[in-house]
């Protein structure tokens, strides 16, 4: 069992940066690949970001290459998301989701632990 809690959304204007955290706790993180997913209300959840149980492979929604950035530390059992030159469009919940023994994939429906979500809010 995984418990997520993501913290460091928040009112930012276009352009601004942010840094997301998503702090577990429980036991063998570095068991898990991890994703950042967002989702607008009357909208699906959609894929942002996953990083593998060592950090070694990660990947991205098109709409944000190049500017977010997944990283993971796992003595701290922590998975941030790096938000430089944001975007309204980027305004969302933005939730962090742990997959046993997985690869940080795009498909929601694998990951096994969601958290709560961390309000992003970006005007122009």
């Known amino acids: 069992q995984v418990q997520l809690v993501e913290s460091g959304g928040g009112l930012v204007q276009a352009g601004d940066s942010l840094r997301l955290s998503c702090a577990a706790s429980?036991?063998?993180?570095?068991?898990?690949?991890m994703g950042w997913f967002r989702q607008v209300p009357g909208k699906e959840r959609e894929f942002v970001a996953g990083i593998s149980w060592n950090g070694d492979s990660t990947a991205y929604a098109d709409s944000v290459k190049g500017r977010l950035a997944i990283s993971r530390d796992n003595a701290k059992k922590t998975v941030y998301l790096q938000m430089n030159s944001l975007k309204p469009e980027d305004t969302a919940l933005y939730y962090c989701?742990?997959?046993?023994w997985g690869s940080g994939s795009p498909n929601s429906a694998v990951y096994d632990f969601w958290g709560q979500g961390t309000q992003v809010t970006v005007s122009s």
């Open positions: 989701a742990a997959d046993y």
């Open positions: 429980g036991r063998f993180f570095s068991n898990y690949a």
